[in-house]
């Protein structure tokens, strides 16, 4: 089964504008099936693993070897195996441009950000687009795969696996060799051992305030320590740190970031969580449903849209509070109930936080007003309310 990615027609568009586009995500996302699925004109596109010893071999020497191929877009898949090659490819960029070719030479594939994304923009300045494929959404899935999307999580061999018996097997091999064999390979030796220990005290505290001596303590390392586990987590897409809004309310406000394990699947593959009433059975499942609701809006908002959440000392709080293009502030609550109600801090956010518009995301698909201008929700149709244009 074969499901479209929304994503592939922002690629299109900046191969067409950039002559560099990177894509980004973890493994098993679906990276290379999209890439290799792009129907272009010209000729066909020519494929590079950086996995692949003999694709590798052929970048020995980069400059020539792709000046020889300068009519054709080149994929290169996992790109941060070879770090080097970025800076050759400004030369045979920058030579295809003066040729006449102004876009749409390379599309780089890469498991990694921030070492990426810091090397491209030193080097491909000006000449390359970003651009982040996560996970299955809520949009991109039939309405009966809406709660299996959640329980499974999005990846693509996890969510149309035959059964959750099936799904629970592939998260928990994709999460051992994630462990023993990708991280190795993309950050520092960290013993596979401490980072799972890591990796599940996360998913038990999914949503909660980052407590970086707490999680030190039950490690017995340092917060140092504890801040470059961090790090690399969210340098591999696999762990979102949202940040506080801070804003001139003149109240005291938290400022501690909160740190969600990206994908539910994960989370739950993590804790032991096989079915649907393995999930609502445990205390993680507000926090579980929260960070399902959080991946899918910043999938579904525009590019540059800003993601945070707002909480008080006094009790004022917000999930979510995007601040979109257009000076554009929309702000989310976020509750797994079928029948949501907010507290007065919900309120007191609002007033504090002064959004165009306010939501209460739920499970459910109705849509109805809420007291004090917001309302309630369901997250498909404000993802795809999101997604619309600013007009709407």
């Known amino acids: 089964m074969m499901i479209p990615r929304l994503l592939r027609a922002r690629v299109l568009r900046r191969l067409a504008e950039f002559p560099a586009v990177a894509l980004l995500g973890p493994r098993q996302v679906g990276k290379t099936t999209l890439a290799r699925g792009l129907e272009l004109d010209g000729p066909e596109p020519l494929y590079l693993d950086l996995e692949d010893p003999a694709d590798l071999a052929k970048l020995n020497d980069p400059g020539a070897y792709l000046r020889t191929v300068a ?14 090659l970025l800076l050759v490819l400004r030369g045979v960029i920058d030579q295809r441009i003066q040729d006449g070719e102004p876009a749409g030479h390379f599309l780089l594939l890469g498991s990694a950000s921030l070492d990426l994304l810091k090397q491209s923009s030193e080097s491909l300045a000006g000449r390359i687009a970003f651009l982040e494929l996560g996970p299955f959404d809520v949009r991109e899935v039939d309405a009966d795969l809406a709660m299996p999307l959640w329980i499974r999580g999005g990846y693509p061999r996890s969510l149309l696996a035959r059964s959750d018996d099936a799904s629970a097997a592939w998260r928990a091999n994709f999460i051992t060799t994630y462990l023993e064999r990708d991280i190795p390979m993309l950050g520092p030796r960290i013993p596979a051992t401490t980072l799972r220990r890591f990796w599940t005290m996360l998913a038990h505290r999914q949503g909660a305030l980052l407590n970086a001596s707490e999680l030190a303590r039950s490690l017995a390392v340092d917060a140092k320590t504890v801040a470059t586990y961090l790090d690399l987590m969210v340098d591999l897409l696999l762990v979102r740190r949202l940040q506080p809004l801070h804003v001139n309310v003149g109240k005291r406000l938290t400022k501690s970031p909160k740190a969600y394990v990206r994908d539910s699947g994960l989370v739950h593959s993590l804790l032991g969580l096989e079915t649907f009433d393995d999930v609502l059975g ?11 609701v959080i991946e899918t809006l910043v999938a579904a908002a525009p590019p540059r849209t800003q993601f945070r959440f707002y909480r008080t000392s006094g009790g004022a709080e917000m999930d979510l509070v995007l601040d979109m293009p257009g000076n554009r502030r929309w702000t989310v609550e976020i509750k797994r109930s079928t029948a949501p109600t907010v507290t007065r801090g919900f309120h007191n956010a609002l007033a504090d936080l002064r959004p165009q518009r306010a939501f209460v995301a739920y499970p459910g698909t109705e849509r109805y007003p809420l007291s004090g201008d917001a309302e309630v929700i369901g997250l498909r149709l404000l993802a795809e309310l999101l997604n619309a244009p600013a007009t709407d």
Do not use: K
């Not at 009519?71 to 080097?84: F, M, N, S, T, Y």
């Not at 205390?283 to 399902?292: I, L, N, R």
């Open 71 to 84: 009519d054709r877009l080149v994929i290169i898949d996992e790109v941060q195996r070879a770090p080097g």
């Open 282 to 292: 445990h205390p993680v499942a507000g926090g579980s449903w929260e960070g399902h």
